[in-house]
């Protein structure tokens, strides 16, 4: 077993103090009605989730070519299919009305090509950047910095007109609505979602490559708990984690008035601006009785138009939350450690960081918000972005990666 860093016992005490923070903010935020707080121990957990399993969306997508490995997109689909069941449990329970975001075709398919290209050149997507620039990568740090400079570029700078010229075409339902799977197909979404999960099951046996790991396995790593802390998990185990960790995330989320689940992009330009602006407009959230819907204005009121740049606090506190889980676990590994990068090698990273905001800006999400959310909440349009992002990952592995050929006994970034 790798040995962590300053002894054996050091992952108790990290274990300790994340349960105790978990425990301190989740009942702060509870006490209080400022469910923006729950955002923080949500972003823990996801970000433990994350670096155990090296689950980033571009080494998901470049694998399958490099090394002819396909764990990684396992790992991500079985998170979706998790997710796509608890969020049937939730809309059945009436505690939150799924929100499928709109089919904005011009939008997914430009910022598809751009992102899934850019995220080859940065050596990771949004929340790839994010756990392993936590971790001591300094080209993530580069490609990080250069995200939130893309997405800012969409939303504030020189795209923007073009962006808001792309989110005008809207494909909608005959009736006016989001298109999405149930309105398409008829069909409810538990009914699609017990579907999907019952192909899952069946085929994942099928197709599973079964080879020797180091990865965390339950049975075989007494004792269990010490294995769990300090060592990799299986991409489909970190898959499980995360798509269960997806419901108190959307009831979280709900509750301050944001009806949505995972999404990091515009915390991590958000977090940025807290930094090198001072006209902000901060939304913390409301509390409301039923997260499903959004709060109404008391009679007789105006709602103040904000000014300045917002700044909500939910999906900052994620953010911030999903940096200090990933540091901890790879604390807990052993992992975590400066890893200096040529400086060719980095300003590739930078550059790849912004095609990554950019493509992200003009799609409205990353593969956290418009893969793992949206396909989870059966979206049509988040179902192009991802079509259209793993064949632009597909193309820039190919020429990029692999130099143009069909084998390399290399890894993926």
């Known amino acids: 077993m790798m040995a962590t860093p300053g002894g054996p016992s050091r992952w108790r005490v990290y274990l300790a103090v994340g349960v105790l923070l978990l425990i301190t903010v989740t009942a702060v935020a509870g006490l209080t009605g400022l469910w923006a707080l729950a955002a923080f121990p949500v972003g823990l957990l996801f970000g433990f989730f994350l670096q155990k399993g090296d689950l980033c969306g571009s080494s998901a997508f470049s694998e399958v070519l490099v090394m002819r490995d396909g764990r990684k997109l396992l790992g991500l689909w079985v998170l979706i299919v ?57 080209n993530s740090i580069m490609g990080l910095i250069g995200i939130s400079t893309g997405v800012m570029i969409v939303e504030y700078g020189p795209l923007k007109g073009l962006n808001d010229r792309l989110a005008e075409k809207v494909l909608k339902t005959g009736a006016g609505g989001v298109v999405s799977l149930p309105n398409v197909s008829g069909m409810p979404f538990w009914a699609l979602a017990a579907l999907f999960g019952v192909l899952t099951i069946v085929a994942v046996p099928l197709f599973r490559r079964r080879r020797k790991t180091s990865a965390f396995i339950a049975s075989s790593t007494p004792p269990w708990l010490e294995g769990v802390m300090t060592r990799p998990w299986k991409p489909w185990v970190a898959g499980v984690a995360i798509g269960l ?40 959230g409301t509390p409301i009785s039923n997260p499903g819907t959004t709060p109404a204005s008391p009679p007789g009121t105006s709602t103040p138009k ?33 890893l200096p990068k040529p400086p060719d090698e980095m300003l590739v990273a930078l550059f790849g960081g912004v095609l990554v905001g950019v493509g992200a800006g003009f799609a409205t999400g990353c593969v956290v918000g418009n893969i793992m959310s949206g396909w989870a909440l059966m979206s049509v349009g988040k179902f192009e972005f991802g079509i259209v992002t793993i064949l632009a990952n597909w193309a820039a592995t190919y020429f990029y990666l692999m130099g143009g050929k069909l084998w390399n006994s290399g890894g993926a970034s």
């Open 306 to 338: 904000p000014s300045g740049k917002k700044i909500v606090w939910w999906l900052v506190l994620l953010v911030i939350g999903t940096m200090a889980g990933s540091w901890a676990s790879a604390r807990m590994s052993g992992q975590a450690k400066l």
């Open 82 to 138: 998790v997710a796509m069941a608890g969020f049937a449990v939730l809309d059945l329970l009436h505690v939150v009305k799924l929100s499928p975001k709109p089919f904005l075709y011009l939008s997914y398919l430009t910022g598809g090509v751009i992102f899934g290209v850019g995220m080859v050149l940065a050596g990771g997507c949004i929340s790839g950047c994010m756990y392993k620039a936590a971790t001591g990568n300094f």
């Open 245 to 284: 960790l997806m419901i108190p995330a959307y009831l979280s989320s709900a509750a301050t008035g944001r009806n949505y689940p995972l999404g990091v992009t515009h915390g991590v330009m958000q977090a940025q601006l807290l930094l090198i602006e001072n006209d902000l407009s901060h939304v913390y």
